[in-house]
């Protein structure tokens, strides 16, 4: 199974997202027989195998999968993903990626793991948090105060991604 989020699908077609910038293209293509289904704003699962290509994502059938896989996209924010050897797959167009240039960026990623995107708030950017659930469910976590302030009360997941992040003698 797939869990796919951060853009918006054309759920009636087989090619259910592409961006392109300048000559190049990243496009995520349902195979024949695979339903994807809308599940909340932006979230869609879909009971298939995404198969990467270059530049382009292929969601197979799966008759029987018992793997999660999360497939993340975005064309507006940049982001990354914690830990890093959870991201099984990446690839992204439109510039330097890392340096934040007008960029868009698939990654199939391997939950539980964590995503930071980066968003632009009163003219400051701040990195918000993402929990992708080994279930197939996406927790907002918020900013890197909000996370501080759940893992000093205790709160597991943001426990777990402040000892990721951080190097603090409170959460060791």
Known sequence: MVVISGVELVTGDRLLWAAQR???RLRLIADA??????????VYMAHALPMPATRTVWLMPAARCDALYHLRIDDSYRFGVVPEDAQLWSDSIGGIYERG???ARMSIIRPPAYVSVVRK???VYQLHYIALLPRGELRDMGTKRDVLLLAKTGEPLALQLARLLWDDDDFG
């Open 22 to 24: 300048g000559s190049e």
């Open 33 to 42: 027989g695979v339903q994807v289904r809308r599940v909340g704003e932006r």
């Open 101 to 103: 240039y007008a960029a």
């Open 121 to 123: 708030h009163k003219l």
